[in-house]
């Protein structure tokens, strides 16, 4: 794997990688860990529009001002989350980059389960819950060429060793990795499988087996079958029983009224039955 830059995380990071059964071999073809960054979307974005490899990975200890969906930040400390982005060029319509998203959010959980047992559900369309608390979340950020990808940034942010009761605007509505299982996680052991994870998905989408990742996807929401109150991206609010959901991501649902109900977008929150 090449190196771009090296920090003292990036040592351990290596020998977890190489103690893995499986090695990654697209995932991690360039390895960029640094102390601190505003945000790990940025420095992969920079690298994607300079020409890096296809799976190129970048890693912070701290972000200043990482980003969440629709605006928000994503607090941490340092050593406290799995703050890694990961630039991606399969070649796909850009109606099939809801793909990247499902890949990224079936991966953490599939790592946190694999790592330590403790098992995740997917509140639609990209949060990593446990217990209804959330642990992770995936930002996919992309550049198109007409109709088509150019390249995607994968961002990924987990709740690893943060202790959420100290944080009071988060506190009744997140966990992470450490509170789940009572002891502090090994960061470098817990990103070398989520790179092993995510290697595994890609290599799916990359041969146009997309539509295994959205069953799994599709398998691990806990939305489905539930009422929901879903909040649009411009703000207006419905109140839906979750159906389904399509291919490209979009969330089916069904009104009081019994109308269906498209969203490809927006925020679910769950309500009592």
Known sequence: MGTAMRSPFHASLVAALARLPERPRAVGSELTCVDETPSTNDLAHAAAA???SDGAVFIADVQTAGRGRSGRTWLSGPGDCALVSVVLRAAMPATEIGHLTMLGACAVAAAVESAVGVACKLKWPNDVEVRGRKLAGVLVESSLVGERLDYAVLGIGVN???DTSTLP???DTATSVAVEIGRPVDRAAFVAELLLQLERRY???VRGLGRAIFEEWRDRLSTLGR?????????S????EAVDVSLDGA??????????YVAL????????A
């Open 50 to 52: 300079a020409g890096c």
């Open 160 to 162: 690893l060793n943060l």
């Open 169 to 171: 605007a988060i506190r």
């Open 203 to 205: 290599d799916l989408l």
């Open 227 to 235: 009422r929901v109150r879903l909040v649009e991206p411009d703000g």
């Open 237 to 240: 609010e419905v109140e839906l």
């Open 251 to 260: 969330l089916i649902g069904r009104r009081a009224d019994g109308a269906r």
């Open 265 to 272: 977008l927006g925020d679910v929150t769950l309500r009592p």
